[in-house]
């Protein structure tokens, strides 16, 4: 006689994929909440994988060939991949750590464990910009541009690395504002939250500018933001120019035009007086709108210690355009 547990895995079978829905009624016997945990115990237990959000919710069966992978690497390895590692399937699956990138690396077909030493000595390639968990990208625009107003930049994370893509934040990043998730924008502020009120202590930072969006949406990326790391210092006034027509700074290849568009469609309406102002931003490609914004500040006077640019991410090389975010 057949179990409840292969009851549900062999109906999840045949039809590709079953809702709770459709299960319990199937199953006939048992409540909608025993259905729910044995599908809990399913997942735990990587047999079954989950896509959607309630109140459609779908389960279908996990590919075993990747749980069932003998790790055979040290803990050290493994340990930075589960915390650094994030895939993201063309289905919209998060998949964390060594479960993500064994998906991957089956995708892309090539061995896991060989594959992991090789995305740690990548990973040490770039840690070496990274001093206190923050990434220095002054020099960066010191070599882009004439005139640089910011007295320092810093970005948490490089947005992607070379051979592996978009780092785990760059992912989280581009998702968060792509699908306007609040639960994901709220991951990637939990990620952060200590490393930017690390940087409003260390510099004084008794003033906060965060760059308004380009594009209007439902769920503002950088509002959420804002809201979410709850800091303790004054917001600084500042507008985005409604143009006959929004042009954002990702679509702009010349770094002429990303230095025009910035400088003509951000305002700087605050007139306080501050000590040291830290200016966020989701992402660094040329600094254009950092240096900008800091070059208002400074006309106006706003300041009398240092401007302070901050991005989430950041690019690798000198002037670089970031398309996605």
């Known amino acids: 006689m057949e179990t409840t547990v292969q009851k549900i895995l062999n109906y999840i079978t045949k039809n590709n994929q079953a809702s709770g829905r ?10 909608p909440r025993a259905v729910r945990k044995q599908l809990k115990n399913l997942l735990d237990k990587k047999l079954i994988n989950k896509t959607g959000r309630p109140p459609k919710v779908y389960y279908s069966l996990a590919d075993k060939k990747f749980f069932s992978m003998p790790i055979q690497t040290n803990s050290e390895i493994l340990r930075i991949i589960e915390e ?22 089956e995708k892309i077909k090539q061995d896991p464990i060989k594959t992991a030493h090789e995305y740690i000595e990548t990973l040490k390639k770039y840690d070496k910009f990274q001093k206190k968990d923050l990434i220095n990208g002054i020099e960066k625009i010191k070599h882009t541009f004439d005139t640089v107003y910011l007295d ?31 639960a994901l924008i709220r991951k990637v502020v939990d990620e952060i ?11 004084k930072i008794d003033g906060v500018l965060f760059i308004p969006p380009t594009v209007k949406r439902e769920v503002q990326f950088m509002k959420e933001l804002e ?14 120019v409604k143009t006959e027509i929004a042009v954002p700074q990702k679509t702009l290849n010349k770094l002429e035009d990303r230095v025009e568009n910035a400088k003509r469609t951000i305002v700087v309406e605050d007139t306080g007086s501050y000590k040291n102002i830290l200016i966020i931003d989701d992402a660094v490609g040329s600094g254009s709108t950092l240096n900008q914004t800091a070059a208002q500040i400074k006309r106006k006077g706003l300041c009398s210690g240092k401007v302070i640019g901050l991005a989430i991410t ?6 670089d355009v970031i398309s996605e975010v």
């Open 22 to 31: 459709e299960l319990t009624g199937y199953l006939g016997t048992i409540s």
């Open 84 to 105: 650094r590692y994030l895939f993201i399937s063309p289905s919209g699956e998060a998949k964390y750590g060594w479960e993500g990138f064994t998906l991957w690396c």
């Open 152 to 182: 320092k930049l810093f970005y948490l994370d490089f947005y992607s690395i070379e051979r592996f893509g978009k780092t785990k934040l760059g992912q989280m990043l581009l998702y968060a504002k792509q699908s306007q998730n609040k």
């Open 193 to 203: 939250q200590q490393k930017i009120k690390r940087v409003v202590r260390e510099y």
């Open 227 to 240: 809201n979410g790391l709850h800091l303790s210092v004054k917001p600084l006034i500042v507008a985005k």
């Open 314 to 319: 950041g690019s690798f090389k000198g002037f």
